[in-house]
């Protein structure tokens, strides 16, 4: 109850405020600084109509996370991303290189070092051959290797990307790039622009919802699903798959909901009169997640719940309720969107495959979180297309770059344990579902997987078609900040054409 009365104490103090003429004064100070300010910082209007006294109110202002049509047809309508933090292998999973198996353990050729920059090798390693075997499926002839036996099953539902580039190789920097469009903090994340674009369908759920297993959050930490210069609305909101989905869920003791309403209504009336007075749009925000947060209480113990799945489900993912796991949330992520959540990212941490121990191994530790994440996420794919969610569901899969085809020796030294440096010359990802052609691997490597030789694609080729298949031009899907126009693919991006269905 104490809280409660600082914040009937709170609610008039500020009401007192806004009629004294101490307060009025005071005020004016900044208020005279603003006039000033105004025209330079209405340059960072997103062209809505958004504000209050004088301006009109749009639904969209009102509610930001109402959902919008596309600009023109969409191939989905909601995706699931999910990224392996710290770089999988694409040369122990998908990108098959018998040549390079010929020259294990033998000096790297120099050509391959001149003008190249390493985040830990030093001098000339060695080669390192593939540690896994490798077979083709499927009437594709994908060529999966036996770290992953249950996605062989799966290999005629992805489209491969073989040739994928960056020009980051550290982890941070990387992921930020991945996930944001540019290797620097302060930009909106993938899902951010998304839900921007087109809200969501459950208004009683965040249109964005970030779930991570491994123990701990990707290195670029929490602005991988930041909003940037969007409207905070937008930001991923974290849920956990252990214990209750969103802190501070339940009421406090002595709290009941229709009080908890009122205090809502109490809370968001001095934002709303905070907001005709300045038109900060942030207020709106606000006035939104307060909104949001008491309708989540009703809806997220339901569809955070997976208890009350059948058994063949738990079969099929290998999930554990009650466990943070990557199985855990993989499930979670077909129930969000199949609840209308419209963008759903899956952060698995673990992946930083150096030689320096055991788990970070290429042979063992490597193999050990293909175990993990093997069986759900191929459930995942074949869960979605028996509920004929697959069609109208992006699934995106990948790391922040790849690993190196020589064996890693940091400092010159040679490791305790077999393991790749970080290497964003060429690697691997896949989509899958939402308008993307099945069966089909685009790109090719050179012979040691080094370096991409045929259909290259960039990071921002990759925002650019998941853009496309959500219904944006990625040219034309803008927001204006500090005076220009800002886009998720910067000034890059070309769709890839050879994947869409």
């Known amino acids: 109850m104490k809280n409660l009365d600082k914040m009937l104490v709170d609610f008039a103090q500020q009401k007192l405020e806004k009629q004294t003429r101490r307060h009025f004064l005071m005020d004016c100070v900044s208020k005279v600084g603003g006039l000033a300010m105004a025209p330079l910082m209405f340059g960072c209007d997103t062209g809505s109509s958004a504000s209050s006294g004088g301006l009109n109110l749009s639904q969209r202002d009102l509610n930001p996370l109402s959902p919008l ?14 990224h392996m933090a710290g770089a999988p292998s694409q040369l122990e999973l998908f990108d098959y290189k018998p040549e390079l198996a010929k020259y294990h353990n033998q000096p790297c050729p120099q050509s391959l070092l001149e003008g190249k920059k390493f985040a830990f090798i030093r001098g000339v390693p060695n080669l390192l051959g593939p540690q896994a075997n490798f077979s083709q499926h499927g009437e594709s002839g994908a060529w999966i290797s ?60 965040p249109g964005f919802v970030v779930l991570t297993s491994g123990g701990k959050t990707p290195d670029a930490g929490k602005s991988v699903w930041g ?141 050990n979180k293909c175990r993990e994440m093997d069986r759900p996420v191929s ?34 030294k040679t490791q305790s344990f077999l393991g790749r440096d970080h290497h964003g010359d060429a690697f691997t990802m896949w989509m899958a579902g939402g308008g993307i052609k099945p069966g089909v691997s685009y790109g090719r490597t050179d012979d040691f ?27 034309k899907f803008t927001y204006d900040f500090q005076g220009r126009p800002f886009r998720l693919t910067d000034v890059e991006g070309e769709l890839i054409n050879k994947i869409l269905a």
């Not at 049509?69 to 999910?82: D, E, M, Q, V």
């Not at 951010?192 to 208004?203: D, H, P």
């Not at 940037?228 to 252990?242: A, D, E, H, I, N």
């Not at 078609?465 to 040219?475: A, P, Q, R, V």
Request: glycine share 10%; aromatic share 8%; charged share 25%.
């Open 69 to 82: 049509p596309p600009p023109f047809g969409a191939k989905a309508k909601s995706i699931i991303y999910l």
């Open 227 to 367: 909003s940037g210069f969007l409207p905070s609305v937008y930001q991923g909101v974290q849920c956990r798959s252990k214990g209750d989905p969103v802190l501070y869920l339940d009421d406090p003791e002595g709290m009941s909901r229709n009080l908890k309403k009122n205090v809502i209504d109490a809370i968001n009336t001095v934002n709303k009169e905070e907001f005709d007075a300045y038109g900060d749009p942030e207020i709106l925000a606000r006035i939104n997640q307060y909104e949001m947060a008491y309708r989540m209480q009703i809806e997220v113990p339901e569809v955070m719940n997976i208890n009350d799945e059948p058994a063949s489900i738990h079969e099929l993912y290998g999930t554990k309720p009650g466990e943070e796991s990557l199985a855990n949330n993989c499930l979670l992520a077909r129930k969000l969107v199949e609840k209308g959540v419209r963008f759903v990212q899956l952060y698995d941490w673990g992946w930083d495959t150096h030689g320096t121990s055991h788990d970070g191994s290429i042979d063992m530790g490597l193999r």
């Open 146 to 205: 036996d770290y992953m036996p249950h996605f062989q099953k799966m290999a005629d539902e992805v489209s491969f990307l073989k040739a994928v580039h960056t020009d980051q190789f550290n982890h941070g920097p990387a992921q930020l790039l991945m996930q944001t469009g540019s290797p620097r903090l302060g930009r909106p994340s993938l899902g951010s622009w998304v839900t921007y674009g087109l809200g969501t369908e459950n208004q009683n759920l």
């Open 449 to 475: 997987g080094f370096s991409g030789i045929e259909d290259r694609v960039s990071v921002h080729d990759i925002h650019a078609t998941i853009l496309h298949l959500m219904g944006f031009d990625h040219e």
């Open 379 to 412: 459930a995942l794919l074949l869960d979605l297309k028996q509920r004929g969610m697959l069609e109208d569901t992006l699934v995106v899969w990948g790391g922040e770059f790849g690993r190196t085809p020589m064996q890693e020796n940091r400092e010159g």
